[in-house]
Structure formats: C-alpha cells, structure tokens
C-alpha cells in the first residue's frame, strides 16, 4: 500500500515564525500533491496543492517546495499567526490510486 | 462553507446496531467520497461513486456499505456496529472521478458506540 510519510507528528511555533511540515512518499508515479487544513469540529479544507511540473508554488503565506529526488514535498507557514493553528494533512494520489493522506501534524502558534 | 451537507451531525448508538450516514455533495459534483477519521488511524478512505457507479474501494469493511442515488447524495451504512467503529465520518465531493481534483469536505458525522 502506498505510503505517506508525514513529519513531526505536533508542532509549536512562535506568532510570526516559519512552520515547517514534511511529506514523504514511496511510489514515483503521481502527478498532485494536495494540503489540507482542519480545524476542530470541522472537515479538512483544501490549502493548497502542486503539481509536479513545478518544484514550488506559492499562495500568500503559504508554499508548497517539491523534491523529486528525494520524493519529499514541504509545506512552508511564512509569519505565523494563532489563527494558523490547526491540523495539516498532505495528501497524494500516486498515480490512478486512492488519495492517501499523511497521518497529520498538529501546528499550535503561540503567542 | 465546503457546500458539502452531511447529516446527523452527532450519533449515539448501540454495539451491534445499525445506522445511516447521510451526504449531499456540492452542486454539479458528481464524485463522492467517504472517509472514516479516528485519533490513531487518521483519516482513511472508505469509498468512491461517481455519477452513481462505485469507482474506488479502499480499507471498507464488509458490514460497511455505500450508495449513491440518481440524484447524487449518497448514504454509507454501517451494520453491526461494534465499539472500534467510533470515529468521525467524512464525506467529500469532487467535480470529476479522477483523484487529482480537490475534493471539499463536509463537517462530518461523529458515530460514537457504546
């Protein structure tokens, strides 16, 4: 089964600092790379998501770095705030398979 | 808002009972996703419909089983329920059946079994 590899598990960050979330993967056939976002009580919502055409995209504060070599894929949290708490989910389809989320990564900014 | 409507929000039953989670996807989806969500398991799919057909299957259980209707919701049900089977229930849509769409998720169903 096709595995994601996400990293660290919790993450505390300062209001105004860079959070730093990081997916892994197996399989090299894939050709999208989502991030979802959720807060308590609700359902993930989409963030973000590349391509593999590009090796980074950005929106606001948020961007997407892509490693084919490595097969890793990051998301950056440029200035932080503690509206940005919440928990993150990278997630890819790997070619004509199901979309298989990262096991999350709980972001708490503090003040 | 997702503009993905599931319902109940909240459900409290019995080990080897039976109940039916509901999912209205957005308007002109025609892909519908579920996702059972726990702390130790994250968030797994479940299965896929589009347009009526199921298209995917992933880590379902046999008690488990799914539909969607001419008039694209779909309802998952799930039978002899047993305590292990307390999560939260996410249904998600996407405009095709391919899975590099997004896909919106409802706010979900919490199945607690007791």
């Known amino acids: 089964q096709q595995q994601v590899k996400q990293s660290p598990q919790s993450l505390i960050v300062q209001k105004g600092g860079i959070s730093i979330i990081n997916c892994a993967y197996e399989?090299?056939?894939?050709?999208?790379f989502p991030w979802y976002q959720q807060f308590p009580g609700k359902g993930p919502a989409l963030l973000i998501a590349?391509?593999?055409?590009?090796s980074e995209k950005k929106e606001g504060r948020f961007t997407i770095s892509f490693n084919k070599s490595a097969k890793q894929f990051s998301l950056h949290i440029m200035d932080s705030q503690p509206g940005d708490s919440a928990t993150y989910f990278c997630?890819?389809?790997?070619?004509?398979?199901?979309?298989?989320f990262g096991t999350g990564t709980r972001l708490t900014i503090i003040p | 808002d997702s503009g993905v409507t599931q319902t109940p929000k909240h459900l409290i039953t019995a080990t080897g009972q039976r109940v039916t989670l509901r999912c209205s996807p957005r308007?002109?989806?025609?892909?519908v996703y579920w996702y059972q969500q726990s702390l130790d398991q994250g968030l797994q799919f479940l299965i896929q419909?589009?347009?009526?057909?199921?298209?995917a299957k992933g880590n379902i259980l046999e008690r488990f089983s799914a539909q969607q209707f001419p008039d694209l919701h779909s309802e998952l049900n799930l039978s002899s329920l047993e305590l292990g089977d307390s999560a939260l229930y996410f249904c998600?849509?996407?405009?095709?059946?391919?899975?590099?769409?997004?896909?919106?998720f409802g706010d979900g169903t919490r199945l607690s079994i007791l």
């Open positions: 997630a890819g389809p790997f070619g004509n398979e199901k979309l298989t």
């Open positions: 998600a849509s996407s405009v095709a059946g391919d899975n590099n769409q997004p896909q919106h």
């Open positions: 590349i391509r593999p055409d590009v």
């Open positions: 308007s002109g989806d025609l892909s």
């Open positions: 419909y589009y347009n009526g057909e199921e298209r």
């Open positions: 399989n090299t056939a894939f050709d999208y």
